[in-house]
Nanobody, 121 residues
Framework: QVQLMESRGGLVQPGGPLRLSCAASGSVWAIEAWGWYRQPPGKERELTAILTTSGTSNYGNAVKGRFSISRDKSKNTVELQLNSLKAEDTAVYYC???????????????WGQGTQVTVSS
């Protein structure tokens, strides 16, 4: 099992930066993909960023060029750097992990509880 906990969300002005952190614990060795999703108020949860253990990253169209995902292996965290923030970036941001094809996990998915990011002047 893998446990995920997001932190460092908060209120930020448009155009500003913010850095989110996700602390992972448990069977971290089995994870093949790490990511961030977000859910704006009244909308469906959407992909923000995915990072595989092979180093490949993918971003949602709304955040390409502004956000970046990285992993700090020494601290067992996954980071999301948010730059040039817009009002529409306001959402609950969720950390995500997916295990590889390893017994007993076989593609299990894990979610954090979410952290609120509010972009407002």
């Amino acid at each position: 099992q893998v446990q995920l906990m997001e932190s460092r969300g908060g209120l930020v002005q448009p155009g500003g930066p913010l850095r989110l952190s996700c602390a992972a614990s448990g069977s971290v060795w089995a994870i093949e993909a790490w990511g961030w999703y977000r859910q704006p108020p009244g909308k469906e949860r959407e992909l923000t960023a995915i990072l595989t253990t092979s180093g490949t990253s993918n971003y949602g169209n709304a955040v390409k060029g502004r956000f970046s995902i990285s992993r700090d292996k020494s601290k067992n965290t996954v980071e999301l750097q948010l730059n040039s923030l817009k009002a529409e970036d306001t959402a609950v941001y969720y950390c995500y992990a997916r295990s590889g094809n390893y017994a007993p996990y076989f593609g299990s998915e894990y979610w954090g509880q979410g952290t609120q990011v509010t972009v407002s002047s």
